[in-house]
C-alpha cells in the first residue's frame, strides 16, 4: 500500500508501516526527525504529484484549532488563521485518495467540519498517558485498542500521565506534545496497513 504521513516531522507513522512492508512516505514543512523518505514542503505540492496514494494520514497543526487554545479564538478569528486552519483541514478530507485518516485533539474541527469519527487515548494501546486523540476516518475502521494500560497508567502522578500537557515551555514543546506515540503508531499500521 501507499501511504502518504501528512504535517509529520517525526517519521513515527511513516516508519511503523514502512517495517510492516508498505511504501510510506511523511510530508512537512520541517525536515524529518529520522531518515527515511520524506518531501519537506507544502503535501500539495511534490507529495501530492508523487501519487497516486492509498490512504493519506494527516496531522493537521493544531495551534489554530485546539479548544486548548480558546482564550485566543477572538484573536485567531479576526486575523483570519482560524479559518485558513479550517480550510487546511477541508481540503485534507476532501482529497482524491480512497482512506483517510484526519488526526487531532479535541478541536473546532468537531463543531466547525463534523464530529470524529473516534476519540483515542495512548494508554489504549500501551502507552502510559493519557491526551484524548480525535481520529476523522474515511473508508477506514475505528482503532481497535491493542494493550490497555488504563489501571497502571492511573497509578503514576498526574504530572507524568499527562506528560504532554506538562512539557516545559520553550520552542520544541509544540514537537513534543505533537509527536504520535509508537503505541499508536503500530496499531494504525497494523490495523490500517490490512484495510484494503
Known sequence: MRVLVACE???????????RGHDAWSCDLLPTERAGPH????????????????????????????????????RKKASGVQEDALAFVWMLMDASVPRIAIENPVSIISSRIRKPDQII????????????TCLWLKN????????????????????????????SPGPD????????????ADAMADQWGMAI
Not at 53 to 66: E, V
Not at 145 to 166: G, I, S, W
Not at 175 to 182: D, F, G, M, W
Request: proline content about 7%; charged content about 25%.
Open 9 to 19: 516531522f517525526s517519521g513515527m507513522v511513516r516508519d511503523a508501516f514502512n517495517a
Open 39 to 74: 518531501f519537506q514542503g507544502d503535501i500539495f505540492g511534490d507529495a501530492w504529484r508523487a501519487g497516486p496514494w492509498d490512504l493519506l494520514i494527516a496531522h493537521p497543526p493544531c495551534t489554530h484549532l485546539a479548544v486548548s487554545g480558546a482564550a485566543w479564538f477572538e
Open 121 to 132: 487515548q495512548p494508554w489504549m494501546f500501551g502507552e502510559m498517558e493519557q491526551k484524548a
Open 140 to 167: 477506514l475502521p475505528k482503532l481497535q485498542p491493542t494493550n490497555d494500560v488504563h489501571e497502571a497508567m492511573m497509578q503514576l502522578p498526574k504530572k507524568l500521565r499527562e506528560r504532554k500537557h506538562y512539557a
Open 173 to 184: 514543546r509544540w514537537k513534543i506534545r505533537s509527536r504520535t506515540l509508537q503505541g499508536i
